[in-house]
């Protein structure tokens, strides 16, 4: 098969930023194809959010995303936000729910967003055109994209091909390459939203306490986090530790406050006076699970020592750790895991306005290709919506 038809515009990518941009193109009335070479649209809303899809959050600003350029991000959020999601998802009746930190899932199923968005595309006449193996992609209004299934032309071009994570089920490097071609710098990236590994005694620890997760608070630099923190047989992960991991930098060390609500130092020289004999982890017990309560005590030396018999200055050092953990994670699971990709095809080279390149009118880019990576919560679906909103609103 080999079909040339002129269209307005060629979305590559039916993920959650091509589809919202197909959609809103073919309901302005443009002629629309979108190339995918998955088999099915939309997989990673799919999986998200353990099926249920985070698919916003109550409260979304540019505070909550990290890019080169922090107001990248600002016009998109402004002008389709969270409120413009939610009457969508009102109109098809898709029923949700308000979890902490102003978090919003499906009650029912992700699979309900992505039959939105296809309904929403086929309302539209949009053609999608899936299993398409996408090869040399040339021209510049009009663009052509070679395929396993015919070739494609359109005026416009909007690469919403997403980032390099979760190459399992189809993440590629498709768009820093097509921007590169097209002369696009692009952000190096990297994974971020992603549990963190560790190498040596602190492995032998963390391994020992596999499965335990505490509310905690996490800090790089000037950053920080307070949710919970859970220990893996690979090192740390949890939602604070996916979130500090996008601000992490090889090398450096993050620090662990696994009570940050209590002067730990206070409390351990109180106990000392009140309860001599007591142990000092059935003391830590008392405020910690047990097994990480021993693990800490015994790596301040102190394990099976009566908190009456440790000197304050051993006990301002099991203090330290309590509360001021410092830990140089060894690296990252990786893209296997990583919830997003942080870097991308470079915002200086884009319109915030239209999401096209400043360099070539017609070539749009749009959700996580671009440099923008949001927080855990939500905010990369409300990228993708906003920035897939804008382009189908400017194609
Ligand atoms: P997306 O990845 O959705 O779509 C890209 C599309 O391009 C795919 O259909 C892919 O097949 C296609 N494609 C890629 N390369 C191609 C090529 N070479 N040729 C043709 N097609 C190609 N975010 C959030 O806000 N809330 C949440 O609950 C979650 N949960 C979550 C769980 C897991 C496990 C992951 C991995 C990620 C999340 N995320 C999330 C992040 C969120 O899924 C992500 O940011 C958005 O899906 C990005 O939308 P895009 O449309 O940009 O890319």
């Not at 505070?63 to 999601?85: E, I, M, V, W």
Request: net charge positive; hydrophobic share 45%; with cysteine.
């Amino acid at each position: 098969m080999n079909s040339l038809f002129p269209y307005d515009v060629m979305v590559i990518g039916a993920g959650a930023a091509g589809l919202m941009c197909a959609a809103l193109a073919s309901g302005r009335g443009k002629r629309v194809v979108v190339l995918d070479h998955s088999d099915q649209p939309g997989r990673k809303i799919l999986i998200s959010g353990g099926g249920k899809c985070n698919f916003t959050n109550r409260t979304v600003t540019p505070a909550q995303y990290l890019s080169a350029n922090p107001h990248y991000a600002t016009s998109a959020l402004k002008r389709y936000g969270p409120a413009d999601f939610l009457d969508l998802m009102k109109r098809y009746r898709i029923a949700f729910h308000e979890r902490e930190h102003g978090q919003l899932f499906c009650d029912n199923s992700a699979a309900d967003i992505v039959s939105m968005l296809m309904s929403e595309c086929g309302a539209g006449g949009v053609e999608m055109v899936l299993d398409a193996k996408i090869g040399a992609v040339t021209g510049d209004g009009p663009f052509r994209a070679a395929t396993s299934r015919g070739t494609y032309e359109a005026a416009a071009l909007v690469v919403a091909t997403g980032g390099l994570s979760v190459p399992k089920i189809g993440a590629t490097g498709f768009a820093h390459t097509l921007a590169g071609r097209y002369g696009l710098a692009v952000v190096a990236p990297r994974p971020g939203l992603v549990p963190l590994t560790f190498t040596g005694a602190d492995l032998d620890l963390m391994r020992d306490l596999a499965g335990i997760a505490i509310p905690a608070e996490v800090t790089f630099g000037k950053t920080k986090f307070r949710e919970a923190v859970l220990f893996t047989h690979r090192g740390l992960s949890g939602p604070a530790i996916l979130q500090i991991s996008s601000y992490w930098l090889t090398g450096q060390s993050i620090t662990l406050n696994l009570l940050p609500d209590l002067d730990v130092q206070a409390r351990l020289l109180e106990r000392k006076a009140q309860r001599p004999n007591a142990q000092v982890e059935t003391i830590v017990g008392e405020l910690l699970p047990a097994r990480l309560a021993r693990a800490l005590v015994e790596r301040a030396g102190l394990l099976g020592r009566p908190i009456g018999q440790s000197t304050n200055a051993a006990l301002a050092g099991l203090a330290r750790l309590l509360s001021q953990w410092p830990l140089v994670p060894a690296g990252s699971e990786g893209y296997r895991t990583a919830e997003v990709t942080l870097g991308g095809v470079d915002t200086a080279g884009l319109s915030s306005k239209t999401m096209a390149a400043k360099s070539h009118p017609g070539l749009f880019f749009v959700g996580e290709a671009v440099d923008v990576a949001g927080w855990l919560g939500g905010y990369n679906f409300q990228w993708a919506w906003s920035s897939g909103w804008v382009a189908g609103m400017s194609v």
